[in-house]
């Protein structure tokens, strides 16, 4: 069974990387980072979260715990998620028991991000064996999801093993914590979270390829849902795709071309690939916007109408979905970024939440019903200066005898 949704998305949030610049002061860069989630949270934003990497530079938070709980304390309603815990690098129980330690020092903000890994350079360092990374994510679920229901688990693989676990504390949330697998274009991650009744985190949702598998790793991830007893919730779907807002689209470029090439860079140093980028800043921006860049998708470089358009457009292609996460990739200074942050929680949230519905409808029918009210309000007016008028004129009579 499938719960319905309205096809917008009703919350909204950061998934943060996170990408910063080689130049840059890599202290301070985390510093901006626990700021954002600061400015979310006092923005009225619903998530953000934070990501797991061990090499190549720009991703430079490596225990997303840390990070969460640290910004923690400077936050007060915003959930915070690991996004992604990357689990062929840790042995589950460690994980599972630093995830419910988080979740008691928040109080209950905790979701918990799944994925094998993303970066090669991470499971090489590690010794990780890239092609079981997946598996390896698979056998690390199966006893997560028993651990933090509080069951003694016993198991053994070729990388870890229990012998009757069982974690001394559980998870401050009661129904426990919310799970979400990242998927990008295979339907891997879509199984996985199905078996499990865990949501979907669609990292790809701008790329060409990842926005036509939107629709079907949900139908892949439904069927497993069914298949294993569990309710389809598309509310739990959540949708990444990189922005930036100003109040004109050359502004947002323009601003933009500040951190493209890092951008550039980074994608070239990884892949190894030689792709046309254009001979400018300007140029690679305006490539990002149109075909899109590798890993990366296309990216809403514009206004906030030109996000309530992709919001939409992704909400029609997926059937609808819960949440979308602005994917943070630092391309314009922390000045610009800060106003992008308020343009689109000022104007592209209320738009999908329905914010000023019933504020429109109040003065949609004060004008219907202005002849009417007006005539009544000068009526009432005009009553009024007749009384005045009269007593005024009852106190200027002379009284008997004068």
């Not at 030109?306 to 909400?315: G, K, Q």
């Not at 942050?341 to 004008?367: C, K, M």
């Amino acid at each position: 069974m499938t719960q319905p949704i309205a096809s917008g998305p009703t919350r909204f949030g950061f998934f943060i990387a996170p990408y910063h610049p080689l130049t840059g002061n890599p202290t301070l860069q985390i510093q901006r980072d626990l700021r954002l989630v600061e400015l979310a949270d006092e923005l009225g934003y619903a998530e953000a979260w934070v990501g797991e990497h061990h090499s190549a530079g720009l991703e430079i938070i490596a225990a997303p715990e840390v990070f969460l709980a640290a910004v923690a304390e400077r936050t007060r309603r915003i959930r915070l998620g690991t996004g992604v815990n990357s689990l062929p690098y840790h042995q589950p129980m460690m994980l599972a028991d630093r995830l419910c330690l988080l979740d008691h020092l928040t109080k209950g903000r905790v979701m918990m991000g799944i994925g094998p890994g993303q970066l090669a350079s991470d499971a090489s360092m590690m010794g990780v064996p890239q092609p079981r990374q997946r598996d390896m994510m698979h056998e690390s679920m199966d006893v997560l999801t028993q651990l933090l229901r509080g069951e003694a688990v016993t198991a053994k693989t070729d990388w870890f093993e229990l012998n009757e676990a069982r974690l001394q504390l559980l998870p401050y949330q009661r129904g426990g914590l919310e799970m979400a697998v990242a998927s990008t274009i295979s339907p891997s991650g879509a199984v996985l979270a199905g078996r499990h009744g865990a949501g979907l985190l669609s990292l790809a949702a701008s790329d060409p390829s990842g926005y036509e598998a939107l629709l079907p790793n949900f139908k892949v991830y439904e069927k497993t849902m069914t298949d294993n007893g569990h309710t389809v919730d598309r509310d739990k779907w959540r949708l990444v795709a990189p922005m930036h807002l100003a109040e004109t689209r050359e502004q947002a470029r323009r601003e933009a071309e500040w951190g493209i090439g890092h951008l550039v860079d980074y994608i070239k140093q990884l892949s190894g690939m030689d792709v046309p980028w254009g001979d400018t800043a300007a140029e690679a921006v305006e490539q990002w916007v149109g075909p899109g860049f590798p890993a990366f998708g296309r990216a809403t470089i514009g206004t906030p109408d030109d996000a309530i358009a992709t919001i939409e457009a992704l909400a029609a292609q997926s059937g609808g979905f819960g949440t979308f996460l602005v994917l943070a990739l630092n391309v314009a200074d922390w000045d610009a970024t800060q106003r992008s942050v308020r343009l689109f929680a000022e104007h592209v949230i209320p738009h999908f939440t329905g914010a000023n519905r019933n504020r429109l409808a109040s003065l949609d029918w004060a004008h219907a019903n202005s002849e009417r009210l007006m005539s009544g309000m000068r009526a009432g007016v005009e009553a009024a200066f007749e009384r005045h008028g009269q007593a005024l004129a009852a106190a200027l009579q002379p009284e008997e005898g004068q």
